[in-house]
């Protein structure tokens, strides 16, 4: 089983910045692809952005040019690097990795104020 432990969430000031981290865990896993998804209240859980073994990265449009995501295979870690945050970027981030099957962090919360 991969075990994912999230990091980085906070309150920021819209225009703002944060940083998220993701470590996984766990032997004889190959972890391919890792990502970030949120929820905000009252809504559905969402892609944010994934990133391959390879390093192929997707984003959603509404934080296309704002976030970035990074990883670091040596440390099975990945990254979301927040910038030019919005209210509307509140929500709960949750981690994913893709292994064969599928985990998730326990979530990290992240609150834009206007």
């Known amino acids: 089983q991969v075990q994912l432990v999230e990091s980085g969430g906070g309150l920021v000031q819209a225009g703002g910045s944060l940083r998220l981290s993701c470590a996984a865990s766990?032997?004889?896993?190959?972890?391919?692809?890792m990502g970030w998804y949120r929820q905000a209240p009252g809504k559905q859980r969402e892609l944010v952005a994934t990133?391959?073994?390879?390093?192929?990265?997707n984003y959603a449009e509404s934080v296309k040019g704002r976030f970035t995501i990074s990883r670091d295979n040596a440390k099975i870690t990945v990254y979301l690097q927040m910038n030019s945050l919005k209210s509307e970027d509140t929500a709960v981030y949750y981690c994913?990795?893709?292994?064969?099957?599928?985990?998730w962090g326990q979530g990290t919360k992240v609150t834009v104020s206007s």
């Open positions: 994913n990795a893709r292994w064969g099957s599928v985990s």
């Open positions: 990133i391959t073994s390879g390093g192929y990265t």
């Open positions: 766990g032997r004889g896993f190959k972890i391919n692809t």
